[in-house]
């Protein structure tokens, strides 16, 4: 499998569509199911794994360690995520700085199936340990691999972690 | 970290629940999307893409597409705008060289920043690199980098050479109270609490509460300062100094970088900015003489984010490291953005209500430096004498752990494997052995014109936060873990390194496949924890500096995340409990007999099978008097314990169990001891009681 992952990573990296699709395609359920958990909402998971998937693409020349496809894919995702918490409304001209400070509206209307005690639990976290807990509950990082990500140390990213858990412990108790 | 039961189940509930992928999603849809979208670039995306040419790029890219077919998609990886500023070498190096030429003070600094800035310019924004200029940083990063005063809460400790700070302080004839747990004697560190024996003072969110303490352990909400006007979860909490009649506050500040206004060669005026969030390091004084109304007396503000700082001879020394935001400059040109780098490549500092400006070049040190990515700023300020204007100085070299005596700081900066164009560039220590990372260490002296860089040096691995780091004598000495690289095996270590930050000393290999979950270095013993199912306890002989070796080994269930030594060839260790196969998350405090380090045993252990509540901070740890420590160690139904023990016979005795307020705030809770009363503080409020006596006496809430 790690062979034909980086046959299939060079093949992509030449322009090959249908490379890159297969290589996705391995990783297809678990990015959703991260921006699922981490937007809440099914439409903006879908929008955000599009985007990441269109922004890994447009840059897959770049990626000189296939091994590390997973990790930059999952760091390209979180980063929309993030963004889209940020600035749901989608614009098409450059953002200006105010507009990036500008604090999120209140998304509702919500279709997110998965339980909504869980889904509360993780809402009670703020965007930086929610990511966190995302990564290494459903990207099952570890807290070195977690560092890089978010450029932490992962002495931080155990402490964040810990205690994201077990405010999210006592939210479901 | 092993993972504890709850994130096992959290995991499986996370992963099991019925989703299914849409169809959207699947492969083929998402190979059609590439198709027909994957080569155009959408213009919001790129970091130095020029806001008015969008529209004609995108129609470019377009056509290219139609007329061009598949081959375009390989040709069009590239951000078209490279091509178009696809200025070569030698004109971009021209560019360089006339920025540089433009300021005298600045050259050393603005040359070695540009030539940096323009390796990674052409570099296309690499993922993968160095974490100081990631392409998704530049784009998606537009709130504050998520790094956090996280000294509070990191795993673990080692000692120093000095022994932990006497419970109490005599204050007036008949008060004796508790203070912060540290880690060198003469040298005191910031905390959420403190206490002078007749007020407690504590930081809750933004504000802090003063509260008046009686005899008979009854409290009166005095007055609240209120630090700043929102609430910054991210960096949370501030913390705190007491000195003499002053409250000294270390907060962080964000602002944004102002636009720079340039014109181009051809006489075009250009937009330029950096539109990262600043962040700045806030210190700031009240004079407490009244305690009803607190007058804010001096301020001051350094460019980037707190690291730590510590308080010694009356001087206060504040670290932060300022991080040059290559990768958010947003410009029309590589000559725009050189001018943007220029701008926001001086770290700055300010006093009172002054503005911020450059720290003086003669004051920052720079050196030939391949990664010039941060810089640690430092200042000293009198604070017998806060008038005079605090002593600022920088060197281009990062910071995030501290170690602080009366006459020096060792700051520890992290370094990852980064790649360049060609080739991988692999950490490595002074002694030539490669590790996935590795980390340099600063050594620095406190003198009254500020901080005074020395020499530094370079080892492997990771340290865990400032008990990993320890100075006894002429050396230096960091216990550190980490990847080797070519075994591609975890493994513990120690350097012992001379007053010239050589290595001298070195022991390799300590608990392959451990981790480190804690050191403490008592004069010529270093004490270390590591662990992966069991918890070894390794002493460590340092006598001879340039043979460390390992004396005794004992291995128990659970792991220590604090040491702390008790005299009397005892060693106190808290953290977690467990089996022989794992950890179990419950809260433990272990009693070791180091007398004889070659038979190092476990004399006693008090466990409460209750979630651990103890984060490893050792400012959670308080020394009541010669026999008596305290510890918030866990929680039951929602109330946060603290438990007072004492270590006597060679055994633990629990004095007494004492619940914080309701509402678990997780490595916030503290014990204060006045007299014969006992006050629990937290975020919610402080219980109060009489010492030996269960029973609260008084609350109050926050």
Known sequence: ?173 | MKKTDFEKELSQKMSSEEITLPESLSAENIEKLINEKGSIIEPKRIVSFPKKNVAKWISVAATLVILIGVAAVVGLGNLPVEKANQLNDEEQQQIIENHVAQTSDYSEIHKTVLSYYKEIYNRNYDLLTDSDDGFFNGIFNFGSKDTAAEDIASGNSSSSSATGTLATDTESASTQHSTTNTQVQGVDEADIVKTDGKYIYYIVNNTINIVECDEDAKMKLVSKIKLTDYIDYDFYPSEMYLYNDNLIVLLRETSEYQPVSYSNSNGVVCDCMCYAVKTDTVVKCFDISDRANPQESFTHKLTGEYISSRVTDGKLITVAQFRIPYDSVLADDFDGACEVVKDVCVPEYSVGDGELKKIPSDRIKVFDEKNPTCYTVTSVLNLEDMSAEPKVNAFLGGAEEIYCTREEIFVAETIYMTWTNSEQIIATDDLGNKYETSTKVHKMNITDDGVEYVASATVGGMCINQFSMDKHGDYFRIATNGWDYNVAERKTMVYVLDKDMKIVGFLDNIAPEEQMKSARFMGDVLYLVTFMQTDPLFVVDLSDPENPEIKGELKIPGFSTYLHPAGDGLLIGVGEGGTMTGTDGTAKISLFDVSDPYNLKELDNYSTGSYAYFTGNHKEFVVVDENTYAVALYYDHSYGKLVVFSVTDGGIVIDDIYNAKTGTTYGKTRGVFINDNVYVVNGTGIISYKNGNETPVHEIGF
């Open chain 1, 1 to 173: 499998m790690k062979n034909d992952l980086t046959k299939l990573i060079r093949e992509a990296q030449t322009g090959n569509s249908k490379a890159f699709a297969t290589v996705y395609s391995f990783y297809a359920n678990d990015l959703y199911r991260f921006a699922l958990w981490y937007t809440g909402k099914s439409d903006d998971a879908e929008d955000c794994v599009q985007e990441a998937v269109l922004i890994a693409f447009k840059n897959i020349a770049k990626l000189r360690k296939p091994s590390s496809f997973k990790s930059w894919m999952f760091k390209i995702l979180s980063n929309v995520c993030k963004t889209k918490l940020l600035n749901p409304a989608d614009r098409l001209c450059t953002v200006s700085v105010d507009e990036i400070h500008e604090t999120a509206s209140d998304v509702s209307s919500d279709d997110f199936t998965v339980s909504a005690e869980l889904k509360a639990a993780l809402d009670s976290l703020s965007p930086e340990e929610k990511q966190i807990v995302l990564l290494s509950v459903i990207g099952r990082y570890k807290s070195s691999e977690i560092a890089e990500i978010m450029e932490m140390k992962s002495g931080s990213v155990r402490s964040k972690l810990s205690r994201s858990l077990e405010k999210m412990r006592e939210q479901l108790q």
